[in-house]
């Protein structure tokens, strides 16, 4: 799945991970405007509704999902992390570009995903590769 993406960079097209059609059928299904419909019906009917949904039908903003994100991370007690500081919804990013390259994704290809550059990646992510990456540094095999 293609998205078109505007961000500090402009707009760019990201490729969103395997799952996240899922997760936008379960979205689509709380609109009953939209349940009977498939994903790829409302892109070609281009269908101009909102996805993020309450349970009672309700437009969730960008603020409420931050108050839900917060809401749940005091829940389970990781408001904070190892430094010391706040999560908050954009520590996913970190949390997808960590993932990322701990799982060997080409730093110059993630760069494009993500719409940033190596050279940030590397200042943000570059003390993280030696322990994430320990058994190929090992020389271990694992595949």
């Known amino acids: 799945m293609v998205i078109n ?11 969103a991970r395997q799952n ?10 709380l609109n009953p405007k939209l349940k009977k419909l498939t994903l790829d019906q409302i892109i070609d009917k281009r269908i101009n509704t909102y996805l993020f949904l309450s349970a009672s039908g ?8 931050r108050g839900s994100f917060r809401q749940l991370l005091k829940e389970l007690d990781f408001e904070t ?13 970190h ?6 390259l701990r799982d060997g994704r080409d730093i110059h290809k ?5 719409g ?6 590397e200042q ?11 058994a190929e540094h090992a020389g271990i095999r694992t595949k």
């Open 5 to 15: 993406v505007d961000g500090k960079r402009g707009k760019r097209e990201a490729i």
């Open 20 to 29: 996240t059609t899922d997760y936008l059928e379960r979205l689509k299904d």
């Open 58 to 65: 309700k437009r969730i903003s960008s603020d409420g999902l």
């Open 81 to 93: 992390g190892a430094d010391g500081r706040g999560r908050s919804l954009y520590s996913l990013r």
């Open 95 to 100: 949390t997808y570009a960590t993932f990322a």
């Open 110 to 114: 993630l760069a494009l995903q993500m």
């Open 116 to 121: 940033t550059s190596v050279k940030m990646l």
């Open 124 to 134: 943000f992510y570059s003390k993280l590769s030696p322990r994430m990456n320990a």
